[in-house]
C-alpha cells in the first residue's frame, strides 16, 4: 500500500475543545482560547472504532469530555486531519497510534500526541464524500464525533441491485421476504448476560430464516443488512419498497428494564396507529424508535404522503399485518420453551410502509437468563429460522397471496397453499 500521505491534501477540521460545556448548554468553545477544565482534568479520546457497510464506512471517536468541532457537515477529499489546539489530548488506554481499516473506504487512523494538543489524521482509500457530527452524551454511550466515509459508487450499486431483485421477482413469479436484522453497528440493541448483544443474535436469525426460505422455489429471502453497522430505521423498510417486497420482517430480542420471571417468552408486533396496546408496548416502541438516536439520524416528522389519500391501502396493509403476525407467532409457539405472549400493536418506526404487511418479531428476552443461553445458542437460531419460514409460508397460503403470483392470487389450479 503506497503511503496515505502522498494521496493528496489534508483538509483541516479544527476542533475546539469546551470541556464540560454541556453542563452550561453550549456546544462551542471561543476560538483561539484555551478551554478551562476541572484541576487535573485532561480530556482523553477513549475508542476509535470502525464499522463497515456496503455503502460506506462509520469511524466512531469516543471522547471523554465534550468537544465542539468547527467543521463542514459534508466535504470531499483524500484525506482528513482533525486537530485539537490549544488542549493536551491523551489517547486512553487500547486506543493505538496508528490502526488500519484497509476496507477499501478507509485506509488507516493515526493519533498524534503534539505539545500543542493533538491530532488525529484520516486517509481514504480515494478521493471521496464524507459527513461528520457529534452525539452527546447518552446513557452508557460517552460524548462521540462521527465520520461518514462513503463507498465511491456504492449507491448506484445498490439501486442497480435492488432494481435486479424487483426485475426477477416478476419474471420468476417469485415473492420476496426482506428480513430485517434490528440495530447493528453502534447500535448493539439490548445486552444479555456474558456479553449476549441483540445486534448479533438478530443477524444470525435473520441469516436463518433467509437461508431457509432460500432452500425451497417460490420464495426468496433478502436481507436489509447483511453485517455488522448501522442502518436508520426508515431506510430498512425503505430497501424493502425498492426490491418490491412482498412482506417485511423484523427480528429483533425483547428486554425489561428490570428483568422478573413474568418476562419471557415471543410477541410479534404489526404497526398502531391510534397507540399502543398497552403501556409496556408503548415503551418497547420507544426504546427500539430510539435506535435512530443511538445512529445520530435526526428525528423526523411523519412522512406526509402518509395521509388521508392512503387509508385504503394502509389498511390493507394493515390486515395483512395482523394476518402475517398470527402466522409467524403460531409458528414460533410450537418450540415449548418459548411462551406465546401474543401478537400486538405498538408504533415501531420501522413498520410504516404501506407498500406490504410488516411485522416486528420479539423472539425472546434477551435479559432473562435461561432466554438468553437459547439466543445465543446457533442450534436455536437455526431453529428459529425454520419456525419463521414456515409461518411465511403459512401466511402465504392463509393470505391468499399463494406462492409465485406477483398479482396477488395463487396459480390457477392451486389451493394457495404449497
Not at 428490570?258 to 398497552?278: C, H, I, K, Q
Amino acid at each position: 500500500m503506497n503511503h496515505p500521505v502522498l494521496r493528496g491534501g489534508l483538509l483541516a477540521l479544527l476542533l475546539l475543545a469546551a470541556c464540560d460545556g454541556a453542563a452550561s448548554g453550549s456546544h462551542h468553545a471561543s476560538k483561539g482560547r484555551p478551554a478551562s477544565h476541572p484541576a487535573g482534568h485532561v480530556p482523553s479520546l477513549t475508542s476509535v472504532r470502525a464499522w463497515s457497510a456496503p455503502a460506506s464506512t462509520r469511524l466512531v471517536l469516543d471522547f471523554n469530555a465534550q468537544v465542539a468541532p468547527v467543521a463542514p457537515d459534508s466535504g470531499e477529499a483524500t484525506d482528513l486531519v482533525v486537530t485539537i489546539p490549544a488542549l493536551s489530548l491523551r489517547r486512553g488506554p487500547g486506543v493505538p497510534e496508528f490502526q488500519a481499516v484497509a476496507d477499501g473506504v478507509v485506509d488507516s487512523i493515526r493519533v498524534s500526541e503534539t505539545a500543542e494538543g493533538g491530532a488525529v489524521e484520516v486517509w481514504f482509500h480515494s478521493r471521496t464524500t464524507f459527513h461528520t457530527f457529534t452525539l452527546d452524551r447518552e446513557g452508557d454511550k460517552p460524548f462521540r464525533l462521527v465520520l461518514d466515509v462513503d463507498r465511491p459508487g456504492a449507491a448506484a450499486e445498490e439501486s442497480e441491485r435492488l432494481a435486479r431483485i424487483a426485475t426477477t421477482k416478476l419474471a420468476t413469479r417469485t415473492r420476496i421476504v426482506a428480513i430485517d436484522a434490528g440495530h447493528g453497528g453502534e447500535d448493539a440493541g439490548a445486552r444479555g448476560p456474558h456479553g449476549v448483544l441483540e445486534k448479533q443474535v438478530t443477524l444470525a436469525i435473520a441469516r436463518a430464516l433467509a437461508a431457509e426460505l432460500n432452500r425451497g422455489s417460490g420464495v426468496q429471502g433478502v436481507l436489509t443488512r447483511t453485517g455488522d453497522y448501522f442502518i436508520p430505521l426508515h431506510d430498512r423498510y425503505r430497501i424493502a419498497e425498492r426490491m418490491k417486497a412482498d412482506m417485511f420482517i423484523s427480528i429483533h430480542a425483547n428486554s425489561s428494564p428490570r428483568w422478573t420471571r413474568r418476562d419471557r417468552g415471543s410477541e410479534v408486533y404489526f404497526l398502531s396507529l391510534t397507540g399502543a396496546s398497552d403501556q409496556a408496548d408503548k415503551d418497547l416502541a420507544d426504546v427500539e424508535n430510539a435506535a435512530d438516536l443511538v445512529g445520530g439520524v435526526p428525528q423526523q416528522a411523519e412522512d406526509d404522503l402518509v395521509n388521508i389519500l392512503y387509508d385504503v391501502k394502509r389498511t390493507s396493509a394493515l390486515e395483512r399485518s395482523q394476518m402475517l403476525a398470527e402466522a409467524l407467532l403460531d409458528n414460533m409457539a410450537a418450540d415449548r420453551r418459548l411462551e406465546s405472549r401474543g401478537v400486538k400493536q405498538a408504533g415501531f418506526a420501522v413498520l410504516k410502509s404501506v407498500e406490504f404487511p410488516s411485522v416486528l418479531v420479539e423472539t425472546a428476552f434477551i435479559n432473562n437468563p435461561a432466554e438468553a443461553r437459547l439466543l445465543a445458542s446457533p442450534d436455536f437460531q437455526s431453529q428459529m429460522g425454520r419456525q419463521l419460514a414456515a409461518g411465511v409460508r403459512d401466511f402465504l397460503g392463509r393470505s391468499g397471496l399463494g406462492l409465485g403470483d406477483p398479482a396477488g392470487g395463487p396459480k390457477p389450479g392451486s389451493t394457495g397453499h404449497d
